[in-house]
């Protein structure tokens, strides 16, 4: 079989958070999808023998998939000689995942990434989606379709049941519908000190420009 490596939590996982930099992992995630693939075709032959690695390819776009509503991603396979993945989407077009839009790549980059991770951790568990982690985000509405955005939130509670996600944002698509309590404001005064005001329970809710001329937001609306 295909050298499909399993590893402990390490802190590569949190420093492209600290750093800023670009996280370099999106490489690394495809490179565990080419490895599964080249594990699967290997595992073809031998009659009797359940294609988990294949199962695990299916898993992952089918979560991607769930997130992406209205493209619904799908694996096709890695291409001969070049290793390039190759998606379908359901208007039926074949293309390199590289070909993907700056905000797909994105999304699909940290989640990618996210069970990756909680497959080679908990690589003995049925389903690792269900484990406990804990998911550190800046700016998680980066380059999103605003549809994405209003249905992330509850994407990510029904496939993660038990990870907990802290993100930043600037969008009033994630937070509305939001429960209050889950919501923290940080606001910075004109001599740079940074405060927490209060969120009352009504503010996460009503449509997106009422949230942004809110206290929440603090838009003007002239």
Do not use: C
């Not at 998939?65 to 989407?89: Q, Y």
């Amino acid at each position: 079989d295909a050298d499909i490596s399993k590893s402990r939590p390490v802190a590569d996982d949190v420093l492209p958070l600290v750093t800023g930099d670009v996280d370099p992992r999106l490489d690394k995630l495809k490179q565990w999808i080419v490895n599964l693939d080249y594990a699967s075709v290997k595992r073809e032959s031998r009659k009797g023998n359940d294609d988990n690695y294949r199962k695990l390819i299916e898993k992952v776009f089918e979560v991607i998939s769930k997130v992406t509503e209205g493209m619904g991603l799908r694996f096709v396979e890695v291409e001969s000689g070049t290793n390039r993945i190759i998606v379908k989407a359901d208007n039926g077009i074949e293309m390199p995942l590289e070909a993907l839009s700056q905000g797909t790549i994105s999304l699909i980059g940290w989640l990618g990434v996210l069970l990756q991770r909680l497959y080679e951790v908990y690589d003995q568990d049925d389903d690792p989606t269900k484990r406990f982690a804990l998911v550190l985000m800046d700016e998680i509405d980066a380059h999103m379709h605003p549809l994405w955005q209003r249905t992330l939130v509850n994407h990510l509670k029904e496939i993660f049941p038990n990870v907990q996600f802290i993100a930043t944002t600037h969008s009033p698509l994630l937070i509305r519908g939001m429960p209050f309590q889950q919501v923290t404001r940080f606001v910075r005064d004109e001599k740079g000190r940074v405060s927490m005001p209060r969120i009352e329970p009504d503010m996460t809710y009503g449509y997106t420009d009422q949230l942004l001329t809110s206290l929440l937001f603090g838009l003007p609306s002239e």
